[in-house]
């Protein structure tokens, strides 16, 4: 339902009384009071206390629950992102659909009586893949992403053409909940520092969304310099154990006048895959806000409802190391990735409730949760006997390897493939020069596995074979850069390999539809693999099993598995690398489970080496501060009968 302007009928139909009170599309307004250091709601003083969730990171029958836990919490705002790859997964084909539905989900923010402040980009960050930009773009490798390089800019034009007109209804003076739009992202963190390009948008987001929008624009304290601009209303960011007063003061030098913002003040942080989970105390960010809401600012605290990276669209970070973010977007947020309320939550509600009404009423329960298994996985086959179906189309062809972008994958893997061209009877050192795996490769000899080469690593195999041997790479895409001064982050082998003092040249590249496969092929019963034991290297296992109860939230378990990529029903469900942690967990939403003794289906590719039982659990209960060390202990600690069951348990649903 679109904002409509108050008709004449619904005039009509109220009594005078109200419809003069009711602030009509025309008096709707939302402005900055310099003369009091405030923000105006239709002419009265006006302070936002806001959250950010990403829609991109909630499956859309869940929106409603995680909006009302955030009303109920005491917020009048929320903020999020709009993920410009989410809606344009090729230049001109746009997806608004289902849990893309960005109408939907503003009218859900408008029925939880939200406001909402938006940040379209182009570029979020967000840790989300690319920061957001459609890694289509680097189809053109020379590109120069986020200035006022023509061929950008022209994309970005094309976007937003298709994506503000949709949001103009929406804005507040119109009818609608946006009260404010930011301009970019955190520009003063990009080296480019290139006004030309933020004035270029300054003009687009005036062009096609009015004179009346607030737009503004979000930094670190370190990038207030090249990421403010006039006539852009300039905020902040920083987190509990940042000097607030020190950071305000450096705002006013951009905003002398006007409320004071800080557009992202973190409740906890991101986790990357091989380092510890992250956290942030309930003291220090209660204690933050505090002290923020007694000065008269406006705060949206990042995160309130982290989420989770579903599929492949975790980001990544560069700190002399590639660091790919985890599949659970958590963030140690006061709303849990599985929709909980936590201390946190409580915590910052109390604070709120100190300095504008909260709603009354009780806070929705938990969802229910419930535990399964364990469940025994059978072998379906390795990823090489399914090629034809994961590459319909064939191979291409071509004497050096051609990256992820220049054969048009955006996601997922790609197999590399070329034939030795004489016997090697010594172990032979093959690399790939220049830290050219982006970023994780299989290595396979006529389909027997030889081990992995990543990114960060500067590692060798060594490896034998006969003249015509298959040589296989199969390459993983964990995640492009959101963050960082270049964030063109091509994927594949960026070099030809090379074996002993041979370049290794004429390859076949097999993109692969990992997912069409595991959608439509393995509802189909595959025969069991007639494998003698279980082979090393990529694998599909799976597993089809009736849940008897109702069901419930879960989380999928994988102790002893390695490292891949996980689906429910089709659903692909994220990441797993329970070999790296600190996840060790992936959230199952209890939507994607059929009761009632329907059957389920889980599906595993399996990348390097599967536990001698390869068996799963679903707990009731999520593991995301668990490096592979302290994993074991955790295991030890679990219930004897949790590990021990033999068959699938009967629902304990709670
Ligand atoms: C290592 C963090 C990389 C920079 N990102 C920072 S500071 N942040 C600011 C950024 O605007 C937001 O999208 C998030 O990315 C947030 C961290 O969660």
């Given at each position: 339902m679109a904002p409509k302007k108050p008709s004449c009928l619904r005039?009509?139909?109220?009594?005078?009384?109200?419809?003069?009170?009711?602030?009509?599309?025309?008096?709707?307004?939302?402005l900055v009071d310099r003369d009091h250091d405030r923000f105006l709601l239709d002419g009265a003083p006006f302070r936002y206390v806001s959250g950010s969730l990403h829609y991109f990171r909630v499956p859309r029958v869940l929106w409603t629950d995680r909006l009302l836990k955030m009303r109920w919490s005491g917020l009048n705002a929320i903020q999020f992102y709009v993920p410009w790859n989410y809606h344009e997964p090729?230049?001109?084909?746009?997806?608004?659909?289902?849990?893309?539905?960005?109408?939907?989900?503003?009218?859900?923010?408008?029925?939880?009586?939200?406001?909402?402040?938006?940040?379209?980009?182009?570029?979020?960050?967000?840790?989300?893949?690319?920061?957001?930009?459609?890694?289509?773009?680097?189809?053109?490798?020379?590109?120069?992403?986020r200035t006022s390089d023509p061929d950008f800019l022209a994309a970005v034009d094309s976007w937003f053409k298709v994506l503000l007109p949709k949001i103009y209804p929406w804005l507040y003076h119109n009818g609608g909940n946006i009260i404010s739009i930011q301009v970019e992202n955190e520009y003063g963190s990009y080296r480019a520092c290139d006004f030309s390009y933020m004035r270029h948008l300054a003009g687009l987001f005036r062009a096609l969304l009015g004179e009346k929008i607030l737009l503004f624009t979000t930094d670190g304290p370190e990038g207030l310099k090249c990421g403010s601009l006039q006539g852009l209303y300039t905020t902040v960011d920083f987190g509990p154990a940042d000097n607030m007063t020190k950071i305000f003061t450096l705002l006013r030098k951009y905003e002398p006048h006007g409320p004071l913002v800080n557009s992202e003040y973190y409740t906890g942080w991101l986790d990357y895959w091989g380092q510890n989970h992250s956290t942030r105390s309930v003291s220090a960010v209660t204690k933050g806000l505090e002290n923020m809401l007694k000065l008269g600012a406006s705060v949206n605290m990042y995160m309130f409802h982290g989420g989770t990276n579903f599929g492949y669209w975790n980001g990544a970070d560069k700190k002399g190391r590639f660091l790919p973010i985890t599949t659970s977007y958590d963030y140690d947020a006061p709303i849990s990735e599985a929709g909980d309320p936590t201390p946190k939550l409580f915590a910052l509600r109390d604070v709120i409730s100190k300095f504008q009404e909260v709603p009354l009423g009780p806070l929705p329960?938990?969802?229910?949760?419930?535990?399964?298994?364990?469940?025994?996985?059978?072998?379906?086959?390795?990823?090489?006997?399914?090629?034809?179906?994961?590459?319909?189309?064939?191979?291409?062809?071509?004497?050096?390897?051609?990256?992820?972008?220049?054969?048009k994958q955006d996601?997922?893997?790609?197999?590399?493939?070329?034939?030795?061209?004489?016997?090697?009877?010594?172990?032979?050192?093959?690399?790939?020069?220049?830290?050219g795996v982006h970023d994780r490769a299989?290595?396979?000899?006529?389909?027997?596995?030889?081990?992995?080469?990543?990114?960060?690593?500067?590692?060798?195999?060594?490896?034998?074979?006969?003249?015509?041997?298959?040589?296989?790479?199969?390459?993983?895409?964990?995640?492009?850069?959101s963050f960082g001064s270049n964030s063109s982050d091509f994927k594949g082998l960026l070099e030809p390999p090379i074996l002993g003092q041979t370049i290794l040249t004429?390859?076949?590249?097999?993109?692969?539809?990992?997912?069409?496969?595991?959608?439509?092929?393995?509802?189909?019963?595959?025969?069991?693999?007639?494998?003698?034991?279980?082979?090393?290297?990529?694998?599909?296992?799976?597993?089809?099993?009736?849940?008897?109860?109702?069901?419930?939230?879960?989380?999928?378990?994988?102790?002893?598995?390695?490292?891949?990529?996980?689906?429910?029903?089709?659903?692909?469900?994220?990441?797993?690398?329970?070999?790296?942690?600190?996840?060790?967990?992936?959230?199952?939403?209890?939507?994607?489970?059929?009761?009632?003794?329907?059957?389920?289906?889980?599906?595993?590719?399996?990348?390097?080496?599967?536990?001698?039982?390869?068996?799963?659990?679903?707990?009731?209960?999520?593991?995301?501060?668990?490096?592979?060390?302290?994993?074991?202990?955790?295991?030890?600690?679990?219930?004897?009968?949790?590990?021990?069951?033999?068959?699938?348990?009967?629902?304990?649903?709670?």
């Open positions: 005039s009509l139909l109220l009594p005078l009384s109200l419809t003069l009170l009711l602030p009509q599309a025309d008096t709707r307004s939302f090729q230049p001109g084909v746009y997806n608004f659909n289902g849990s893309r539905d960005l109408i939907a989900f503003l009218n859900e923010a408008a029925l939880a009586n939200l406001l909402v402040i938006l940040r379209p980009g182009p570029y979020i960050c967000a840790e989300w893949e690319m920061g957001g930009l459609p890694s289509w773009l680097l189809q053109k490798p020379e590109i120069h992403l329960p938990p969802s229910p949760k419930m535990m399964l298994g364990p469940l025994t996985l059978h072998l379906v086959g390795h990823l090489l006997a399914f090629l034809d179906l994961l590459c319909p189309r064939g191979p291409i062809h071509s004497i050096l390897p051609m990256t992820f972008e220049a054969v996601h997922g893997f790609m197999l590399y493939r070329t034939y030795m061209t004489y016997t090697i009877f010594e172990p032979t050192p093959f690399w790939v020069p220049h830290n299989y290595v396979m000899v006529d389909g027997v596995f030889q081990g992995v080469l990543e990114r960060n690593m500067r590692d060798k195999l060594f490896l034998t074979g006969q003249l015509g041997s298959k040589l296989d790479i199969l390459v993983e895409n964990m995640g492009r850069l004429q390859w076949l590249m097999f993109p692969l539809k990992i997912d069409n496969l595991v959608k439509w092929w393995f509802p189909l019963q595959l025969p069991k693999w007639p494998y003698p034991q279980a082979p090393s290297g990529p694998t599909f296992y799976s597993k089809t099993f009736p849940i008897l109860g109702s069901v419930g939230d879960t989380f999928l378990y994988l102790p002893g598995w390695t490292k891949g990529q996980v689906w429910i029903n089709g659903f692909n469900l994220g990441r797993y690398w329970t070999k790296q942690g600190p996840q060790q967990t992936l959230y199952v939403p209890r939507f994607l489970l059929f009761p009632r003794g329907a059957l389920n289906k889980i599906t595993l590719l399996e990348l390097e080496n599967v536990p001698l039982q390869p068996q799963v659990q679903f707990l009731d209960k999520p593991i995301l501060n668990s490096t592979s060390t302290l994993h074991r202990t955790h295991i030890n600690s679990l219930s004897a009968d949790t590990l021990s069951a033999s068959e699938p348990m009967e629902l304990s649903g709670h």
